[in-house]
């Protein structure tokens, strides 16, 4: 579904999508949760892409043994 949205460019469709597949337990997949997370940014949504963030470096803790680390540029 969220890849069918993409292709529409219905990308605030496409993040609720990934967004919602990130956040259930049943995925706990830290690729599902980078992908949203690199979208949230990309559409300019700062507290979801936070939030993402978040969740993207907790499930990576799980399931790598070394997480990445996060650096946002800021322009000024």
């Known amino acids: 579904m969220a890849e069918l949205a993409s292709r529409r460019d219905q990308l605030d469709i496409t993040l609720a ?3 919602q597949a990130a956040a259930t337990t049943a995925t706990e997949d830290y690729k599902v949760a ?4 690199v979208l949230a940014m990309l559409i300019k949504e700062d507290p979801v892409t936070l939030e993402l963030a ?3 470096y907790a499930l990576t803790s799980k399931q790598r043994p070394s997480p990445p680390s996060f650096s946002i ?3 000024s």
């Open 17 to 19: 999508n990934y967004r």
């Open 34 to 37: 980078e992908r949203a997370t």
């Open 54 to 56: 978040k969740l993207w």
């Open 73 to 75: 540029g800021i322009d």
